[in-house]
């Protein structure tokens, strides 16, 4: 591997554009939702009760050292009993899901941000949350799987130790 100045890869290194993705997911035909749905669809026989299938054209971009801040909020520890060996205490799942998707979801390629708040993912359909979080993992890797099936080489050293510091704390604290 060649060595590069630093300087010379200050480009490389940023946060880069937005990737394209298709997302599928099924919504139910509400009389909220009745008219947009006909209009999207070109079906006027949709009824409420229906349930229809909607595919979506999303940008997702990788998480900026910003958008993981927004995401390390979700993890609560416990500094006070030992500074030097912190405790996790809690993991706000919803929060973690809701932050990850706010800082890699964009509704076009300039990276402009699909949800701007925790609210705007809260308050979205499970199933359109799930399809959008399924394709931003593919681009940031947030399970930690490996990427390459075959490889030989894997990077789940780092992946497992950080598995095992957030369930060893676990099993401690409920032998307590």
């Known amino acids: 591997m060649a060595k ?11 946060s880069g554009a937005p990737i394209e993705r298709t997302v599928k997911w099924k919504v139910f035909a509400t009389e909220d939702n009745l008219g947009d749905l006909k209009d999207l669809t070109g079906k006027s026989e949709v009824a409420i009760g229906d349930e229809i299938e909607l595919e979506g054209q999303v940008f997702i971009k990788r998480l900026s050292f910003i ?9 609560e520890w416990d500094v006070v009993t ?26 076009d390629g300039k990276g402009t941000p699909f949800f701007t708040s925790l609210a705007d993912v809260y308050t979205s359909d499970p199933k359109f949350i799930d399809a959008v979080y399924q394709e931003a993992d593919k681009v940031n890797n947030f399970t930690g799987k490996l990427l390459k099936k075959n490889s030989s080489e894997t990077n789940s050293g780092a992946n497992s130790s950080s598995t095992e510091s957030v369930e060893g704390p676990s099993k401690k604290h ?3």
């Open 4 to 14: 590069a100045n630093l300087k010379a890869l200050r480009k490389v290194t940023q």
């Open 67 to 75: 958008a993981q801040q927004e995401v390390a909020k979700a993890f």
């Open 82 to 107: 030992n500074p030097d060996d912190p405790v996790l205490k809690e993991i706000n799942g919803s929060r973690l899901v809701a932050s990850r998707l706010i800082g890699s979801i964009c509704e």
């Open 174 to 176: 409920k032998q307590t």
